[in-house]
């Protein structure tokens, strides 16, 4: 594993041999995000590209405002290489941000909107990031306040810039140049953003993608999703997320020269009008929100015969739910399953039915190598459930500044080891069994039980937790915390406003609260997770 240039230390990469292979074989064609804009501009220029609300954006005037958000954005002093924190909810800011950051060679890094104090502080204290870009409110909760709570504590925190209302910070309007200012194209390896993994171990690690890897990524899931300039995709997800991103997501929209629609919220009662008035093709949903779609499908009063595919990913779908989405929706249900870190996999549109229900997809790319290994490390036969590993030419070969955790994370030949359990078909599709890691799959929430660990462990009244899953009919997952009590157990509601108070993202605050005296052990001395799992057995109620 090479662990990159002087460019941007800290990011591993692609050693010399797998680089030349990958552009030999056309997946790294050299190409940028900025020079992508630009290219599609002069393409398809007043086709509309994004829509947000009652905002509308021709391709044309997408990249007249990227140029002109990019040019006030160096008016700020954001170079090349410096790290932006980017929490923005489904807007059309988000975009061209993104974009504007692109063309510039700064690098986002993509928070969610329901990160809070915790996350944040951490994203911009380890990337060192001069920038912070969120919006004045959004779903009730005033992203100013936190700005103020984590610039305050920490010193490389120029900018705070702010969509609406600034306050005492930056407003994104006030940016826009009058003109484009001569930017220095980034390079094609150059890293061109940071997202955010759903590890097990404490917070997210950083995963590095180069405008080579990512572009290729999309571009083959475009054409594996038959999009093209008459498709529309609806952003239902938070736009940050890989899923709604790259699989095919906007930016495989915007690469197919289609128009994206943005929607501030997935519920039935917001994306099925914005179906029906844009002419949405496709679209992604995790699959508890597909659950709610369909449920609500049997009253619904839109037309939504435009719809062609429906997207389910983020966690496994159930094959008695993915047989329900045409009889329901009238569209195709396609599987998907992959992961910010590369991998991603797709049943095909014109699979048989037994596939598209009973799988999660095949790879995107003739190069994924794909491993199914038992506990030691060798290859399983084929139908029986192991160890995913993976590696290939849109799958980083390691995360940014995390040299211990890489080497547990990846094997010397560079496969990355994705935490999930799998089987793979004798067509070569994947069906998901489960995760080896210890992480939770909350909905499509990826919660780290390692982390919510030690911040109950900082509650005076705590001497001991464990967070693990339990099953859940809507969710998959939900998450329940074992805590061993110093004396009288506290209220559970205690712990939970105390994880509030710390800055926890609401999706990581325990659904449940158990104490006990003790934690059952394994036959080495360590908890038990997989008993205490079993202790779980009363239903529940979400909080």
């Known amino acids: 594993m090479s662990q990159g240039d002087s460019r941007l230390p800290g990011c591993p990469t692609w050693p010399q041999d797998y680089a030349e292979r990958y552009r030999r074989a056309g997946y790294w064609k050299g190409e940028t995000f900025g020079r992508m804009l630009r290219e599609r501009a002069e393409r398809h220029g007043d086709h509309t590209a994004l829509v947000s609300g009652k905002e509308r954006w021709t391709y044309r005037e997408l990249d007249a405002r990227v140029d002109r958000l990019a040019a006030g954005l160096k008016g700020l002093g954001i170079q090349p290489q410096d790290r932006v924190v980017v929490q923005l909810p489904n807007i059309g800011a988000f975009h061209e941000v993104c974009f504007a950051l692109f063309r510039l060679g700064a690098l986002p890094v993509f928070a969610l909107p329901a990160h809070r104090a915790s996350e944040i ?19 009730g909760f005033d992203y100013r306040n936190l700005a103020t709570s984590v610039q305050a504590k920490t010193p490389s925190l120029r900018h705070v810039i702010v969509v609406g209302d600034a306050g005492p910070f930056t407003s994104l309007e006030g940016l826009y140049a009058d003109s484009p200012v001569e930017l220095t194209e980034p390079r094609p390896d150059d890293v061109a953003f940071f997202q955010l993994s759903g590890g ?42 890989n899923f709604p991103m790259s699989s095919p997501g906007v930016f495989g929209t915007f690469y197919a020269g289609g128009t994206s629609v943005l929607a501030l ?38 037309d939504l015969s435009s719809l062609r595919v429906l997207q389910v990913g983020g966690a496994k779908f159930s094959a008695e739910a993915a047989a329900r989405v045409k009889p329901a929706l009238g569209c195709t249900v ?38 199914i290994v038992d506990e030691d490390g060798q290859d399983v036969a084929t139908g029986e459930t192991g160890h ?5 030419p849109y799958t980083i070969r390691g995360y940014y500044k995390a040299e ?32 080896a890691k210890d992480q939770i799959n909350r909905g499509g929430d990826k919660v780290a039980a390692e982390e919510v660990e030690n911040h109950l462990l900082a509650h005076p009244e705590v001497h001991d937790a464990a ?18 009590p110093r004396g009288t157990p506290p209220a559970a509601t205690s712990l939970t406003a105390f994880l509030r ?4 993202a609401a999706f990581k605050i325990p659904d449940r609260v158990e104490f006990v005296e003790t934690f059952p052990k394994t036959g080495v001395g360590k908890v038990s997770k997989k008993a205490l799992r079993e202790t779980l057995s009363r239903p529940t109620a979400p909080r």
């Open 388 to 392: 995913l590993l993976t590696r290939g």
């Open 121 to 139: 502080g951490y994203f911009c204290e380890f990337t060192e990031a001069v920038a912070y870009v969120i919006a004045d409110r959004h779903g």
């Open 467 to 484: 967070v693990v899953s339990m099953p859940d009919a809507f969710l998959g997952e939900r998450t329940c915390a074992f805590v061993i």
């Open 404 to 435: 211990a955790h890489n080497a547990r994370a990846f094997t010397s030949d560079g496969f990355y080891c994705t935490g999930d359990l799998v089987r793979m078909t004798a067509d070569g599709y994947l069906v998901v069994e489960g995760r």
């Open 334 to 371: 396609q599987q998907v399953f992959g992961m910010a870190e590369g991998l991603v996999n797709y049943t095909r549109l014109d699979d048989s039915e037994d596939l598209i229900v009973n799988t999660q997809g095949r790879p995107i790319s003739a190069d994924d190598e794909v491993r």
């Open 200 to 241: 097990s171990t404490g917070v997210p690690k950083l995963i590095p993608r180069t405008h080579d890897d990512y572009l290729y990524s999309l571009r083959a899931s475009a054409e594996i999703c038959q999009l093209d300039a008459s498709s529309v995709y609806l952003c239902a997800l938070p736009a940050a997320h």
């Open 501 to 504: 108070e710390r800055g926890l």
């Open 265 to 302: 919220h997935p519920s039935p009662d917001v994306a099925f009008p914005l179906i029906e008035k844009e002419k949405v093709t496709i679209t992604a949903l995790v699959p508890p929100l597909a659950m709610v779609w369909l449920d609500a499908a049997k009253a619904r009063r839109h």
